[in-house]
């Protein structure tokens, strides 16, 4: 069964694990889409423009997960498997962990590459720490000036956040309704014959 919530980093992060001679920085972000991340990988390799490999993987949008491992030039699922997994174990959405390695001049073997890129997303993760965020999605209703009082009791009811404005149409309010009570909601919505679309 779908919650109304999920599990991402309470902030960012990084930190380091080395073995023999070979070092693997980690990083941790908090991102929502895969411009994010893009621009995130972007951002690393632009601060380790001499660093052998930028390995990472990613777990997006909660409700319908996206997600991609990457072992940038490291033998197959030597890197961007053992991030991800990792990130799996601690039950991270809407994160990325990229690691960076710098080859110290001893081959680890596969084995040595998985324990490595687990090890320093693991460290990334625990220094980001973890919070709890709630799934929303979001609304907007036009009612009738008339009824609009309605649609505000309907709203507060829920105790979440909106926006309100007037249009041609009417009463316009844009709100994020937690996941589970979105289908409620539009039900409510349409009885009154209001028009309602989601963002």
Same mark, same amino acid.
Not at 72 to 89: H, R, T, V, Y
């Given at each position: ?34 411009? !994010?991340?893009?621009?995130? @990988? ?6 380790? #423009?001499? !660093?052998?490999?930028?390995?990472? +993987?990613?777990? /997006?949008? #909660?409700? $319908?997960?996206?997600?991609? +491992?990457?072992?940038? %030039?490291? #033998? +197959? ?7 991800? $997994? ?6 991270? =959405? $809407? ?8 080859? %110290?001049?001893?081959?680890? %073997? ?14 990334? *993760? =625990? +220094?980001?720490? *973890?919070?709890?965020?709630? @799934? ?12 609009? %009082?309605? *649609?505000?009791?309907? /709203?507060?009811?829920? =105790? ?12 316009? *309010?844009?709100?994020?309704? #937690? ?21």
């Amino acid at each position: 069964m779908q919650t109304d919530t999920y599990q991402t980093i309470a902030q960012f992060a990084e930190d380091t694990f080395k073995d023999r001679g070979s070092k693997f920085i980690g990083f941790a972000f908090e991102v929502t889409d895969e411009e !994010a991340v893009k621009e995130k @990988i972007q951002y690393i390799k632009k601060l380790h #423009p001499t !660093a052998r490999h930028v390995c990472y +993987a990613y777990r /997006i949008d #909660p409700l $319908n997960e996206k997600w991609r +491992a990457n072992d940038d %030039g490291e #033998p +197959a699922s030597s890197a961007g498997k053992p991030i991800l $997994n990792q990130m799996k174990s601690v039950g991270v =959405q $809407n994160c990325l962990v990229a690691v960076v390695r710098y080859f %110290g001049g001893t081959l680890l %073997g596969v084995p040595g590459l998985i324990h490595a890129y687990k090890e320093a997303a693991n460290l990334a *993760l =625990q +220094a980001a720490g *973890l919070k709890t965020k709630l @799934i929303t999605v979001q609304i907007e209703v036009v009612c009738p000036y008339a009824e609009s %009082g309605d *649609l505000m009791k309907l /709203i507060k009811q829920l =105790q979440v956040d909106y926006k309100n404005d007037s249009t041609a149409e009417g009463f316009l *309010l844009s709100a994020e309704i #937690p996941f589970s009570e979105v289908e409620k909601f539009l039900s409510i919505v349409e009885e009154k014959g209001w028009l309602a679309s989601r963002k």
